[in-house]
């Protein structure tokens, strides 16, 4: 019997099912190791097609078993379709070789005249590694990336696994930059990094990164998944972007994007050998509805390969240190997860399930652990699939992370639906600590999805327009008083409780007064809400530095005392009437007093251990906003009686507060 249906009895009755999904994945990797000496092997199709030096030139091929015809065109031969024709060779693949003499050289522009059943189109080859947008045309071309000499590394003392407490800064380069326009990789490395660093945060989650010919899609659109988005820089400034992080400590996840494919006819990969079933599943199997775009088939080895030797070339060719899967959901069913509840565990073992979604995600994983060890990998699937991040011979999926995505989906609820001395604190509770067991989480308030137009950020619904006016110090006001206090304890119960990681959006850390929204026909095109406002966290007179300085200290705290790697949180006290939770981890004490009104002197817990406790993080500190009820140097000395050891505090409202005993 596998490993996961050892640890939740409920999936016996699924046994045959599990078994066979690994089977299926077993039977994959034997055929590989058979047929292509391994899966690093399997996963190296870009090492064959694409554009690659050779002694006397290049030589370019390209996988379009439907066509009827290709040649290489580009400013190199004044775009003479005659001038390098392509010849076909086995398994669709194509192939010219380009003489040194040619003028074919490094940014050369280039595209792929492609004959078949659809008529003569110029396309962008597969295999980019570079393509750039004309600014006058929009359209998009392909470049040689070719430089004189290989960017130089020197990341070489960097380690993987000092982060072993993962705080993981979600952002995305072009929005980075406070300047009403589109931020460079460049930029980010020098303005922003350093910003992370000093903050806590030892993982960015990179996004936008592959090229997508429509900035508004926020990078979920890609065409070419290849090359890096030139809006940003070039590939060696995004290695250097990369190399600069670790040496900082820090390390780089990207957000890939292997769930669907931009539809573009012109800068994609849709019909690209006139068919429409090459990449992607025929008729409207391969199309998302809600996304408009096109879907996969994983099953068909040449896919498999494509996105596999993606992987392979993100980790090695840019020293990425794990990816974060876009919509895992979507993948993992052939509903996609559109107006389904997973309410039984059927529905995830039986109808409706696309099984080579599934051995891909386990391949995918297979392969960037046995690339990078200790690599991170985390799927964002809603639907909860047992085994997700167990590993694949126990009868997982291989994760490493699942985003917990309930949990600031519940924030929101809690914060539009009720009033404070409503909230339910065991209900709090049950979301924070409700996970899979030996699965770990990402837990988070807040990300892209809710800073997007259309949401509020947990800054906006808790203090709305009222941000706009009283963020002054010395301006007192009630509905800030309480968002700054909010805001606060929102963010740590949830780091606490909630995973074995931590996620925050960029800019939320400081409580971003604006939505985020891309310029488009509707806003008139304009970036007043692509950027970040890093000038009101910086001006000490006004609070935002508040709410930035204490998530610093609660990142530090966290990576200090190994809360995330700890054993989940033990329960100690719940109290309904004064909106109060206690629980323990790591070997520390957290309290948090939710009430809106109640602070409660000399009040009683048990604590799991006699000691004398010590305050390591008051969010009442005036350092943090806050009204400074409490005195950070108080002892407070545990005490016997029935039950066990038990200390007494101050229990103030709207506040959060962590002990340790000595």
């Known amino acids: 019997m596998l490993q996961l249906i050892k640890d939740d009895p409920w999936l016996e009755p699924y046994e045959s099912d599990i078994q066979t999904r690994f089977n299926y994945y077993k039977d994959e990797i034997d055929r590989i190791k058979k047929e292509y000496g391994g899966l690093k092997k399997y996963a190296s199709l870009d090492d064959q097609l694409g554009f690659h030096k050779i002694r006397n030139g290049f030589i370019y091929r390209e996988w379009a078993p439907g066509a009827e015809a290709l040649s290489l065109v580009g400013d190199f031969n004044n775009w003479d379709s005659d001038s390098h024709k392509m010849i076909r060779k086995e398994g669709g693949i194509w192939e010219v070789e380009i003489s040194k003499d040619s003028g074919l050289k490094h940014l050369s522009a280039v595209k792929v005249r492609i004959t078949s059943a659809n008529g003569i189109h110029d396309r962008i080859p597969a295999f980019i590694k570079y393509a750039t947008q004309d600014q006058e045309s929009y359209d998009f071309t392909g470049r040689i990336w070719q430089p004189s000499s290989e960017y130089k590394w020197s990341d070489q003392d960097f380690d993987l696994d000092a982060v072993k407490n993962p705080v993981i800064y979600e952002c995305h380069p072009g929005m980075a930059q406070e300047k009403e326009g589109v931020g460079t990789f460049e930029e980010f490395q020098e303005n922003i990094l ?28 890609v065409a070419n998944f290849y090359a890096p988005s030139s809006r940003f820089g070039t590939p060696d400034d995004l290695k250097s ?24 006819f012109a800068e994609g990969l849709n019909d690209f050998d006139g068919t429409n079933n090459q990449y ?58 559109d ?16 099984w080579d979604a599934v051995r891909y995600l386990q391949l995918a994983n297979t392969l960037v652990h046995t690339i ?6 985390i799927a964002e699937d809603m639907s909860g699939m047992p085994g997700m991040c167990q590993p694949i011979e126990n009868g997982g999926l291989g994760f490493d ?66 941000m706009y006016w009283h963020m002054a110090k010395g301006d007192d006001n009630l509905i800030i008083d309480r968002g700054i206090a909010l805001h606060k304890m929102i963010r740590m119960v949830t780091a606490a409780a909630g995973g074995e990681a931590y996620l925050n959006f960029i800019g939320n850390e400081f409580g971003h007064p604006e939505w985020m929204d891309f310029p488009r026909q509707g806003n008139d095109w304009s970036y007043k809400y692509a950027r970040r406002q890093w000038s009101l966290v910086d001006n000490k007179e006004l609070k935002y530095h508040y709410l930035n300085d204490f998530e610093s200290d609660m990142l530090h705290l966290l990576k200090s005392e190994n809360v995330l790697n700890a054993s989940p949180a033990k329960l100690l006290n719940i109290d309904e009437t004064n909106k109060v939770l206690i629980f323990e981890r790591a070997n520390l004490i957290f309290v948090f007093n939710f009430h809106p009104n109640n602070s409660v002197p000399d009040y009683e817990f048990w604590v799991t251990k006699a000691g004398d406790y010590t305050y390591l993080l008051n969010s009442d500190d005036e350092k943090f906003g806050g009204h400074n009820r409490l005195d950070s140097n108080t002892v407070h000395h545990s005490f016997k009686k029935e039950g066990g050891d038990f200390i007494k505090i101050y229990c103030v409202n709207r506040t959060a507060i962590v002990l340790k005993a000595k």
């Open 401 to 466: 992370y699942r985003l917990g995505m309930g949990i600031p989906d519940n924030w929101i609820k809690w914060l539009k639906h009720k009033k404070d001395e409503e909230w339910n604190v065991q209900e709090i509770w049950n979301v924070l600590s409700n996970r899979r067991y030996k699965e770990k989480t990402v837990a988070y308030a807040e990300s892209h999805d809710q800073a997007m137009v259309g949401d509020k950020t947990l800054a906006f619904w808790l203090m709305d327009k009222e």
């Open 339 to 354: 107006h389904v509840s997973f309410d039984h565990y059927d529905k995830y073992f039986k109808d409706g399930v696309d």
């Open 241 to 264: 972007l990369v190399n600069t992080a670790h040496k900082m400590g820090i390390a780089v996840i990207m957000d890939v994007v292997h769930s669907h494919s931009v539809k573009n």
């Open 280 to 337: 992607f599943h025929e008729g409207g199997k391969g199309y998302h509805t809600g996304w408009d775009s096109k879907l996969f088939n994983y099953g068909k080895e040449e896919v498999s390969r494509f996105l596999l030797s993606n992987l392979r070339y993100w980790l090695e060719e840019f020293h990425f240190d794990g990816f974060r899967f876009d919509g895992v959901t979507s993948m993992l069913y052939h509903h996609h997860g």
């Open 372 to 377: 990078k060890p200790k690599a991170i990998t």
């Open 194 to 221: 350093p910003r992370i660093k000093d903050l806590g945060y030892n993982c960015i989650q990179l996004m936008a990164v592959a090229e997508h010919p429509y900035y508004g899609s926020f990078g979920y659109h």
